[in-house]
């Protein structure tokens, strides 16, 4: 598999610096707009003033202290959600780059991803989802367009970052096209269900019709592949630092067997072992971003689109893996399930996790008065499903160590996390 791609053979592409966007970029038609009308800015595209405006947010900054896979406390290298998506971020740019798509676009969404994550990552969320399982439920995706369209409150004269038609569109659709109850019976049957969470984030006051049941851009395909490179990279270079993992296993483990065979018999002086890792996981990136690469290029010239919204139409992702690789790392995720994600080290920590959010939630949804100001006020004029959405909106924006200090403040036994 790996040994058939070459580990030095990236291909015919662009040069360094060299930018000429296809005419199926999103930036070779005008932006659709923003939900408040707003002059242009003289230096910026759209797509570059939202990516600044993400990356001058408060959700970002918060990223910084919210769980990737590892709790802030537990070491100073491991990732948290604000590296994570600094590293999905570059890998986009390179993706987008080669394709000859909107850099800007690709970044932007790729830095807006996971602007709505709960604290403690997939514990928080699974305690919210729960929490939430009368009023609506949970979804860190759903979340993230919440955030930059209603959460977000310093501009003068919205709510939310208005951000462009394009970028909402990304963080609606970036895994996939969405499937609700049409009439016209135009989509295709085999779409999932839309998620009844997603009609709370979606069916906001205001929210244009993002096309839920077309393929996403391209631009936001490329995001979603680079959050799959990023984080099975960086969860098997964690794992291994945290020696949940062993370099062993990724002799025999799918995707990862012929890169570690190789890094091993290279001549010369055994590596030690932190730089035996980084030559693993930098070498998996390089390979899955080069069999991205190489994979779209073939969908795009099969599908030879002469516009952004021939790529919506299209009937399959037009950035993607090919099917070997794809299923290699299907396979590598399937095992750091297993070692990492449920050893039980992090699943007591997790279990902690979750017991805060829970705790949180419920604390503030029975006493409103015990949140901040800005949000007690908020609390007044709700009951019921608006006060468990605003209690619920609160929660998921903490960060790990707002949580726990809270929880310490509320209760008498706080988890510690270790």
Not at 337 to 343: A, M, Q
Not at 373 to 385: G, P, V
Not at 404 to 416: I, N, S, Y
Request: hydrophobic fraction near 40%; aromatic fraction near 6%.
């Amino acid at each position: 598999m790996a040994a058939a791609m070459g580990l030095n053979d990236y291909g015919a592409g662009l040069k360094p610096g060299e930018r000429f966007p296809g005419r199926y970029a999103a930036n070779a038609v005008p932006s659709r707009g923003r939900e408040h009308a707003e002059p242009e800015c003289p230096m910026r595209s759209p797509f570059q003033r939202d990516r600044d405006r993400i990356i001058h947010s408060a959700p970002f900054r918060r990223l910084l202290h919210k769980t990737q896979v590892f709790v802030f406390h537990e070491g100073d290298h491991y990732r948290t959600r604000l590296t994570h998506s600094l590293e999905v971020a570059q890998i986009a740019r390179t993706i987008a780059r080669q394709l000859r798509l909107d850099e800007d676009l690709a970044e932007a969404l790729a830095l807006a991803h996971d602007l709505g994550h709960s604290p403690f990552g997939h514990a928080g969320e699974r305690a919210l989802g729960r929490a939430m399982t009368d009023f609506g439920g949970f979804d860190h995706n759903a979340q993230s367009l919440k955030v930059v369209m209603r959460l977000e409150r310093k501009y003068r004269g919205f709510d939310g970052m208005n951000l462009t038609w394009e970028t909402l569109e990304g963080l609606a659709k970036h895994n996939g096209p969405i499937h609700e109850a049409d009439p016209s019976n135009e989509r295709p049957d085999d779409m999932p269900p839309i998620n009844p969470v997603w009609k709370v984030a979606l069916l906001l006051r205001g929210l244009p019709d993002l096309e839920l049941w077309t393929q996403a851009s391209a631009e936001a395909q490329v995001a979603a592949l680079a959050d799959d490179i990023a984080y099975v990279s960086h969860d098997v270079d964690d794992g291994l630092r945290a020696h949940l993992l062993d370099v062993d296993q990724l002799v025999e483990a799918p995707f990862t067997d012929v890169i570690t065979k190789r890094v091993l018999a290279q001549p010369g002086p055994i590596l030690e072992r932190s730089r035996a890792i980084y030559e693993i996981t930098r070498t998996m990136i390089t390979l899955m971003v080069q069999d991205c690469v190489a994979e779209s290029r073939r969908r795009l010239a099969a599908l030879s689109p002469a516009s952004p919204d021939e790529i919506r139409a299209a009937l399959a992702p037009v950035v993607a893996f090919s099917e070997p690789v794809a299923t290699d790392i299907a396979r590598l995720k399937a095992m750091l399930f297993v070692s990492v994600y449920r050893h039980d080290h992090v699943m007591r920590v997790m279990d902690g996790a979750e017991e805060i959010v829970r705790d949180l939630f419920g604390r503030y949804l029975a006493t409103p008065a015990e949140m901040p100001d800005n949000w007690r006020q908020a609390a007044r004029s709700r009951e019921d499903r608006r006060l468990a959405r605003l209690v619920c909106d609160f929660v998921a924006g903490m960060t790990d160590r707002m949580a726990m200090a809270e929880h310490r403040r509320l209760f008498d036994d706080t988890p510690e996390l270790r």
